[in-house]
């Protein structure tokens, strides 16, 4: 999606928020092409090949954009996976204490 492609995205006010360009504006400043006329009806077509266009105006650094993503998307994943993983681990092993004490006090007050 070219309006989530952060190279073609613009900074909002001061706050250096990345904000999505319109197709139109984004085809003119580096296409140097003319869609969506005011008055005549869009056409799916036309914005679709635009948006191809873009895309392939900066394929190269687009797919290594993606590729960062995905990686430290699986990273992130990854990492939240084992942090669960070792909660439920500390969880069993406090659980398994707990036990232990538990028959620890039954069998001192047996005596």
């Known amino acids: 999606d070219t309006a989530k492609y952060e190279p073609f995205m613009k900074t909002r006010f001061d706050d250096n928020v990345l904000w999505p360009r319109k197709l139109r504006e984004l085809c003119k ?10 008055g005549i009806p869009h056409s799916p077509i036309e914005d679709a090949t635009s ?20 990686k430290k998307t699986k990273e992130i994943v ?19 204490a707990a036990t232990k004490i538990v028959e620890c006090s039954i069998g001192v007050a047996a005596f």
Do not use: C, H, P, T
């Not at 580096?30 to 005011?38: A, E, R, S, T, W």
């Open 78 to 96: 990854r990492k939240k996976k084992e942090a669960e993983r070792m909660v439920r681990l500390e969880n069993v092993e406090s659980s398994f």
């Open 51 to 70: 948006a191809l266009d873009l895309y392939k105006s900066v394929r190269i650094k687009w797919e290594k954009a993606m590729q960062y993503k995905i």
């Open 29 to 38: 400043e580096k296409l140097g092409k003319d869609i969506q006329q005011v």
